[in-house]
């Protein structure tokens, strides 16, 4: 067994003290006697002598008390180096307890290894807690902002006919129904994260032309596309692979919305690649690009980059999220970055075997 951390403290603090107190008690026993011996050899016991004589036992209570008080301040200075990281963490505990989510403990001496672990493990835990609590908070907020401007419109509209201000032929219905229709998406896909994070969200797993259901996602945003000037390019691989093929739509629908809200009219390629052991999907735009800081950023949810296009172009923040969480729960990731052209790519990709159809559980992030 290797002496390590916190068991190595201890064998060299206890081999310390026994090797000074033997020390200690030798060499103050030599002078000792040989002080007494010039002093009065009878003050000590001769060879045929069955006790000690008065000052034997007075050295021997000497030696008793000089090896108690070594005792006890070699423990008080070990218990107070192991002690005190531990004290710090009972007291940041508490802290925490009472919704004091930024303390954090102090390790001290570090060279005690596991306690300096315990300390480590509290402080990410209260870091964790911290940020959690940070990002439910901002969740709730963005949350609420996203309901506000739809239900506000949808409210006032109905409060006006109810109030007679409004008769139902003046109503545009279908831009209350796309207020609806927004609603419906906002729902669906909090409903897809929050899944998705408490580990159950289902994928449906079944072999599926993948080309086939790109190109019949791509057809439906075709109009969308057509109007914010973008020219969709296909180059899809064919072939038949084990997928959620509904979620993988969705993907496909929430980049190409993605880039009709944000990149600059221009050429849009959407590209599908097998090989056997792994799908990648790409969607490569002209710009304008994504900022190299923002890039690993842009798939948590409610992040925004151009703060003047999002005002323009909307959007709940959700939608690269939602693909990020579909990507994980396919065992792959989501990534992005900026093309040699300027513009951006974004990239998912996944394992994707061929296999029987099957219902499983996405794995807890």
Same mark, same amino acid.
């Given at each position: *067994?290797?002496?390590?951390?916190?068991?190595?403290?201890?064998?060299?603090? *206890?081999?310390?003290?026994?090797?000074?107190?033997?020390?200690?008690?030798?060499?103050?026993?030599?002078?000792?006697?040989?002080?007494?011996? =010039?002093?009065?050899?009878?003050?000590?016991?001769?060879?045929?002598?069955?006790?000690?004589?008065?000052?034997?036992?007075?050295?021997?209570?000497?030696? /008793?008390?000089?090896?108690?008080?070594?005792?006890?301040?070699?423990?008080?200075?070990?218990?107070?180096?192991?002690?005190?990281?531990?004290?710090?963490? *009972? &007291?940041?505990?508490?802290?925490?307890?009472?919704?004091?989510?930024?303390?954090?403990?102090?390790?001290?001496?570090?060279?005690? $290894?596991?306690?300096? *672990?315990?300390?480590? &493990?509290?402080?990410?835990?209260? +870091?964790? /807690?911290?940020?959690?609590?940070?990002?439910?908070?901002?969740?709730?907020?963005?949350?609420?902002? +996203?309901?506000?401007?739809?239900?506000?419109?949808?409210?006032?509209?109905?409060?006006?006919?109810?109030?007679?201000?409004?008769?139902? +032929?003046?109503?545009?219905?279908?831009?209350?129904?796309?207020?609806?229709?927004?609603?419906?998406?906002?729902?669906?896909?909090?409903?897809?994260?929050?899944?998705? =994070?408490?580990?159950?969200?289902?994928?449906?797993?079944?072999?599926? =032309?993948?080309?086939?259901?790109?190109?019949?996602?791509?057809?439906?945003?075709?109009?969308? !596309?057509?109007?914010?000037?973008?020219?969709?390019?296909?180059?899809?691989?064919?072939?038949?692979?084990?997928?959620?093929?509904?979620?993988?739509?969705?993907?496909?629908?929430?980049? !190409?919305?993605?880039?009709?809200?944000?990149?600059?009219?221009?050429?849009?390629?959407?590209?599908?690649?097998? &090989? $056997?052991?792994?799908?990648?999907?790409?969607?490569?735009?002209?710009?304008?690009?994504? &900022?190299?800081?923002?890039?690993?950023?842009?798939?948590?949810?409610?992040?925004?980059?151009?703060?003047?296009?999002?005002?323009?172009?909307?959007?709940?923040?959700?939608?690269?999220?939602?693909?990020?969480?579909?990507?994980?729960?396919?065992?792959?990731?989501?990534?992005?970055?900026?093309?040699?052209?300027?513009?951006?790519?974004?990239?998912?990709?996944?394992?994707?075997?061929?296999?029987?159809?099957?219902?499983?559980?996405?794995?807890?992030?």
């Amino acid at each position: *067994m290797r002496l390590t951390g916190l068991f190595r403290q201890i064998g060299l603090s *206890m081999s310390a003290m026994i090797i000074f107190a033997i020390l200690a008690i030798w060499t103050g026993s030599w002078i000792f006697f040989a002080v007494i011996y =010039d002093i009065d050899p009878n003050l000590v016991s001769q060879p045929d002598d069955t006790y000690p004589k008065l000052a034997e036992w007075l050295w021997i209570l000497f030696m /008793l008390v000089f090896g108690l008080v070594l005792a006890v301040c070699f423990s008080i200075r070990l218990a107070r180096r192991i002690l005190e990281p531990i004290n710090s963490v *009972m &007291d940041n505990v508490r802290r925490v307890a009472h919704g004091d989510l930024a303390a954090r403990a102090t390790a001290g001496d570090r060279s005690l $290894g596991e306690t300096a *672990m315990l300390v480590d &493990d509290f402080n990410s835990m209260a +870091e964790r /807690l911290q940020r959690t609590a940070s990002e439910s908070r901002t969740w709730n907020a963005a949350i609420a902002h +996203e309901l506000r401007t739809p239900v506000t419109i949808l409210r006032g509209t109905l409060q006006g006919v109810v109030d007679g201000v409004f008769q139902p +032929e003046e109503i545009e219905f279908p831009a209350l129904l796309s207020q609806v229709e927004n609603l419906g998406r906002l729902i669906e896909d909090l409903r897809t994260l929050s899944l998705l =994070d408490s580990g159950q969200l289902q994928l449906r797993l079944a072999d599926a =032309d993948l080309a086939t259901e790109v190109r019949q996602a791509a057809s439906l945003m075709a109009p969308t !596309l057509a109007a914010a000037g973008l020219q969709l390019q296909l180059a899809l691989d064919g072939g038949s692979v084990l997928c959620d093929a509904a979620r993988l739509r969705q993907v496909v629908i929430a980049l !190409l919305d993605n880039a009709c809200r944000y990149a600059d009219p221009g050429p849009l390629t959407l590209s599908l690649q097998l &090989d $056997g052991r792994q799908c990648l999907l790409q969607l490569e735009d002209a710009g304008p690009g994504i &900022d190299a800081a923002l890039a690993p950023l842009v798939f948590d949810a409610f992040r925004r980059g151009d703060t003047a296009r999002v005002q323009a172009h909307g959007g709940s923040g959700l939608g690269l999220a939602v693909v990020a969480a579909i990507a994980r729960a396919h065992g792959g990731s989501a990534s992005c970055r900026r093309s040699g052209a300027g513009g951006s790519i974004f990239c998912i990709a996944w394992p994707a075997p061929k296999g029987a159809a099957a219902e499983i559980l996405a794995p807890s992030t």
